[in-house]
């Protein structure tokens, strides 16, 4: 196996577990604000929040839309197409009585509503924080080795959090947060400031990481090598290294 002097590592849904920790947020916040007055099921809700989620973090990360555009429209939009909310406002276009108005039609209660989703989100997805199975494990192992880098998209002010929670932020020697840097993965900037840090170059480090789209296909427009962790028996790219579990990863490194 080729020699590195330092790894650099995702951190969302690669060392913790972003996917799960937003899963329960969603459900703590429909039940919390009675989003069944908006949505048939939890489900549809989910629905249409997902892909408008990651359109808006695809446009954020091409400077299209701010950072509060995107905490805020991410709730504002399923909320205005809601099977329940939308029969609703419907009924009440096709009403001849001028001061009918829709029970949850109101503008600002839904305005007022997705702030103060996108605040809970935000607050709760870091309660639910936690390491993804094997993560510390992994990290402590490298760390012996290694000096670890932190390369990963998000929010200053949610994933510090999540860094100290998680009890490892003393085994990386370099936290590089988009936010920070002000390009987000796959952007070759976020890496060349991690090499900087570093002061290494491209060929010394290897990049691990769950998602092609930003760790691997950013480690590749950065002339790093890649490890990536997913399915590798249903892997729909290439990478110098696929592996199925982070277990996996110590065969490599």
């Avoid at 600002?108 to 993804?132: G, P, V």
């Avoid at 094997?134 to 959090?161: D, H, I, M």
Wanted: aromatic share 12%; with cysteine; glycine share 6%.
């Amino acid at each position: 196996m080729k020699q590195y002097k330092a790894v650099f590592i995702d951190w969302d849904d690669t060392i913790g577990d972003f996917i799960g920790a937003a899963k329960l947020a969603l459900q703590e916040m429909y039940d919390k604000y009675h989003l069944c007055d908006y949505f048939a099921s939890l489900e549809e809700f989910v629905s249409l929040y997902k892909p408008h989620n990651l359109e808006l973090w695809d446009k954020y990360g091409k400077d299209l839309v701010t950072k509060e555009y995107l905490s805020f429209d991410r709730f504002f939009f399923p909320l205005m197409h809601g099977s329940k909310f939308a029969s609703t406002a419907q009924r009440s276009t096709a009403s001849k009585t001028s001061d009918l108005q829709p029970q949850r039609g109101d503008l600002q209660l839904i305005t007022a509503l997705a702030e103060q989703l996108s605040e809970d989100f935000l607050n709760l997805t870091t309660a639910h924080f936690s390491l993804l199975p094997g993560a510390e494990e992994l990290v402590r192992y490298l760390a012996a080795k290694y000096p670890l880098t932190v390369v990963t998209n998000g929010f200053v002010e949610v994933q510090y959090e999540k860094f100290d929670k998680s009890g490892l932020r003393d085994c990386f020697a370099h936290i590089v947060l988009s936010e920070e840097v002000g390009c987000q993965k796959p952007n070759p900037r976020i890496f060349e400031e991690a090499l900087r840090m570093n002061g290494l170059q491209a060929e010394d480090v290897v990049m691990i990481g769950d998602s092609w789209n930003s760790d691997i296909q950013g480690a590749i427009n950065a002339g790093i090598d890649q490890i990536w962790v997913t399915n590798a028996d249903k892997a729909n790219g290439d990478a110098t290294y696929i592996v199925n579990s982070l277990e996996e990863v110590k065969d490599i490194l």
